[in-house]
């Protein structure tokens, strides 16, 4: 995609600065989510560990389905 328009005054096209702003916001996304998954997978091994010491000294603990 380039970023010339002939019908405009400026000649800059209008698809490519919502293309540029796109490509910005996937990428922030992504590193979002990335960073979520992160912090999810340290939580759920937390979580596990937890359980595991629950269990050895025979504590019940709600079960989750």
């Not at 328009?5 to 293309?19: G, I």
């Not at 596990?48 to 000294?57: P, V, W």
């Amino acid at each position: 995609m380039l970023n010339y328009c002939a019908f405009s005054k400026d000649h800059k096209c209008m698809k490519w600065t919502e293309y540029q702003i796109m490509l910005q916001e996937v990428e922030e996304a992504d590193e979002t989510c990335h960073g979520n998954w992160i912090e999810i997978q340290n939580q759920y091994e937390y979580i596990q560990k937890l359980q595991a010491i629950l269990e050895d000294h025979g504590i019940d603990y709600p079960k989750i389905l």
